[in-house]
């Protein structure tokens, strides 16, 4: 393997103990390729060991199902609003940022191939300290973003039953504790939001039944996905008017967003959309041949989700003023039906989105668990995270803490709160990820392994993804600030408190 020795301090200083690095070869201890024959060899794998079972396609099913849906489905009523029809070149510049990103993640994956992600990427170049910040980003967007879809889902739910057999549920099992009215907090009481309980529920069950069945259902509910926004198009273009687009940029002012500070706000919202990218880097300890397939994988699923974003977002808006976006639930669905002036392309729309959009909270309760698992073998978090079942080999105690926590969220808050937490959490992890590029260079990690490279050297595109990272967070809200630096405070509590002492490389000295 690569020269990618751990730098393990053996001295007490405290600066040191915050940029010591692990192996890059340790990323490849304890993941197995699949037994050929009976289970009995399975048996008798290291226990804590996960399974290399899914090839290039289900792993760009998952990056794709973990991005199509979120910013489609959802977050036009946040995007729409801020940027008006520009909101176009919101999804452009989001999808921009993503992809030089993409190049720095392709790289990354070959060399140090993890179940981590951005998180062992940069244990592995900047140092445990970094590592610690990027996997409190990294728990933050997964678990915000699992809850936020599948509350977006509620709402496709509902419409579907209201269309279909002419019953809702009740207004007072589909609205969250804590709420938000034209830009405030407000508290619904004895108010629950179930549906979405329900769906991460499922999703926590399918998962612990083994990665290979949960990688099988999600690409088919991935291609249910595809072909119902296909199907969308097709139709909201026969109901497009060129004069939807003008003005092209948000004229009002009045909240700071107009013109292209409306731009860049909205690309903040439904930048947390490409979570995917991240999403397929954690599946690196589970996939054959990882040095090649989860770069392939990576760019795959951002062409799919480029193409099918900017497809939608023209449809949508050439479909449907501007101003109707605003609070409209199920806002694909609502299109359908204007644009039709019939209910079953909306009824259709609304039970494919039902079936599909569950793949999103599926693989982002997927990554998530991957992430924990990674960190808790490096001592940083409880051992509980990282135990694998023998059976299934799936780290059962870490899926159900995970599933739990989203549902709780899911449940009781409203969206609203999570989209833009959720692209901070994203945007911090990419220029982690950019910094950690040519670092490893620098440091010849992994410089024999096979697969691809940053084209133009190890500086412009990681300098392009941290520049345009940055423009995107500049017109993130002040609250959204204000809750990110009070959850990484937390973090960090949290590292000074365990994670630097119970530190497996702390062990080794």
Request: hydrophobic share 50%.
């Amino acid at each position: 393997m690569g020269n990618g020795n751990a730098t393990v301090i053996k001295n007490d200083s405290f600066f040191q103990r915050l940029i010591r690095t692990k192996a890059a070869d340790s990323e490849l201890e304890g993941h197995l390729e699949p037994h050929q024959g009976s289970d009995e060899g399975v048996e008798k794998l290291e226990h804590g060991a996960l399974v290399r079972s899914m090839g290039v396609f289900p792993l760009t099913m998952i990056g794709v199902g973990a991005t199509i849906g979120t910013g489609i489905f959802f977050t036009m009523v946040e995007a729409v609003p801020k940027a008006g029809p520009s909101v176009i070149l919101s999804f452009l510049i989001a999808a921009l940022t993503a992809g030089l990103t993409a190049f720095c993640y392709a790289e990354l994956a070959a060399r140090i191939p993890s179940s981590g992600s951005s998180y062992s990427f940069a244990y592995a170049t900047v140092g445990e300290f970094a590592a610690y910040i990027v996997a409190a980003c990294l728990l933050l967007e997964y678990a915000l973003a699992a809850s936020a879809t599948a509350i977006g889902w509620s709402a496709y739910l509902n419409h579907f039953l209201t269309n279909s057999i002419g019953w809702q549920i009740p207004e007072m099992l589909r609205t969250p504790l804590i709420g938000m009215k034209d830009g405030a907090t407000v508290i619904n009481s004895g108010s629950f939001n179930l549906p979405p309980v329900i769906l991460v529920i499922l999703c926590c069950i399918m998962l612990l039944r083994g990665t290979k069945e949960s990688s099988t259902l999600n690409a088919v509910m991935v291609l249910i996905k595809l072909g119902i926004l296909a199907f969308f198009v097709v139709i909201a273009l026969s109901g497009f008017n060129a004069e939807h687009f003008t003005p092209f940029f948000n004229t009002d002012n009045s909240k700071g967003m107009a013109g292209m500070a409306g731009v860049t706000a909205a690309a903040g919202t439904v930048f947390f959309s490409f979570i995917g990218l991240d999403t397929v880097a954690t599946g690196g300890a589970e996939v054959k041949n990882p040095h090649r397939s989860v770069p392939l994988a990576i760019f795959w699923a951002l062409i799919i989700v480029t193409v099918f974003y900017m497809l939608v977002s023209i449809a949508a808006v050439g479909a449907q003023e501007a101003g109707k976006f605003a609070g409209q639930e199920a806002g694909l669905a609502v299109i359908l039906q204007d644009v039709t002036g019939q209910a079953w392309p909306a009824l259709i729309l609304s039970l494919g989105a039902v079936i599909s959009v569950a793949s999103v909270t599926l693989v982002t309760i997927y990554g998530q668990t991957r992430i924990l698992y990674a960190i808790s073998k490096d001592g940083l978090i409880p051992s509980s995270f990282h135990n694998v079942s023998e059976k299934t080999r799936v780290p059962v105690s870490n899926t159900i803490i995970v599933s739990i926590a989203i549902a709780i969220v899911a449940g009781l808050v409203d969206s609203g709160f999570l989209w833009d937490m959720v692209s901070m959490g994203t945007l911090t992890a990419f220029i982690i990820v950019s910094i950690a590029v040519p670092v490893m260079r620098a440091k010849g990690i992994g410089a024999d392994q096979p697969g691809f490279r940053v084209p133009f050297g190890p500086y412009l595109f990681p300098g392009l993804s941290i520049a345009s990272c940055l423009y995107i967070l500049k017109d993130l809200s002040a609250s959204t600030y204000h809750t990110f630096f009070i959850w990484m405070g937390v973090a960090i509590l949290g590292y000074f408190l365990y994670g630097m002492s119970n530190s497996r490389l702390n062990r080794q000295k």
